[in-house]
T-cell receptor, first 113, second 117 residues
Framework: QQQVKQSPQSLIVQKGGISIINCAYE??????FPWYQQFPGKGPALLIA?????SEKKEGRFTISFNKSAKQFSLHIMDSQPGDSATYFC????????????FGSGTKLNVKP | GAVVSQHPSWVICKSGTSVKIECRSL??????MFWYRQFPKQSLMLMAT?????????EQGVEKDKFLINHASLTLSTLTVTSAHPEDSSFYIC?????????????FGPGTRLTVL
């Protein structure tokens, strides 16, 4: 059973547009929700993360929206740039088992100039 | 800070040989390190969790004798793919917890591309 479901699988956005990637989870014990950015041939890099005590977190052009009741969280990339073209993974874990990260299936973002 | 390195970045080997991949935390002590496997265009699959000085905990379906993990120090973990076969070809990524980052944050290495001929 997939613990974290991510959509869409791929996304094409024009430069300057807003990229939105969604994730949904089942386990209400999850309390840490990071987003990772991965370029081809590289390891994932932490982009931004949120805990369930807030509904939104913003860092520069990147914003996480969190809906605890719906068990959903999403990544918004404002003013998307060609350099943002990468694969994005959401993940979730719990305080009591933070060794175990459950990753979404990934979204390949292509920002067209 | 909080940099994780992997060596080698890519390796090609013949079927039947063993390959060792190193994962190092360069500027922090990693209490826990993780090994992931990633197939093309797919997500990361956790293979095992290793804590310094103790045996690794393998995920279900991962062969312990095939993928040997040693976490000898707080800055080094190694993954040895024994008797490698073409189906072991993959992108292997390590990550580490520590470095004073937020609770639960994992720092990922750049990955190692293994190709078994």
């Amino acid at each position: 059973q997939q613990q974290v479901k991510q959509s869409p699988q791929s996304l094409i956005v024009q430069k300057g547009g807003i990229s939105i990637i969604n994730c949904a989870y089942e386990n209400t014990a999850f309390d840490y929700f990071p987003w990772y950015q991965q370029f081809p041939g590289k390891g994932p890099a932490l982009l931004i993360a949120i805990r369930p005590d807030v509904s939104e977190k913003k860092e520069g052009r990147f914003t996480i929206s969190f809906n605890k009741s719906a068990k959903q969280f999403s990544l918004h990339i404002m003013d998307s740039q060609p350099g943002d073209s990468a694969t994005y993974f959401c993940a979730a874990t719990t305080e009591y088992n933070f060794n175990k990260f459950y990753f979404g299936s990934g979204t390949k973002l292509n920002v067209k100039p | 800070g909080a940099v994780v390195s992997q060596h080698p970045s890519w390796v090609i080997c013949k079927s039947g040989t063993s390959v060792k991949i190193e994962c190092r935390s360069l500027d922090f002590q990693a209490t826990t390190m993780f090994w992931y496997r990633q197939f093309p265009k797919q997500s990361l699959m956790l293979m095992a969790t290793s804590n310094e000085g103790s045996k690794a905990t393998y995920e279900q379906g991962v062969e312990k004798d095939k993928f040997l993990i040693n976490h000898a120090s707080l800055t080094l973990s190694t993954l040895t793919v024994t008797s490698a076969h073409p189906e072991d070809s993959s992108f292997y990524i390590c990550s580490a917890i520590g470095g004073g980052g937020p609770r639960g944050e994992q720092f990922f290495g750049p990955g190692t591309r293994l190709t078994v001929l």
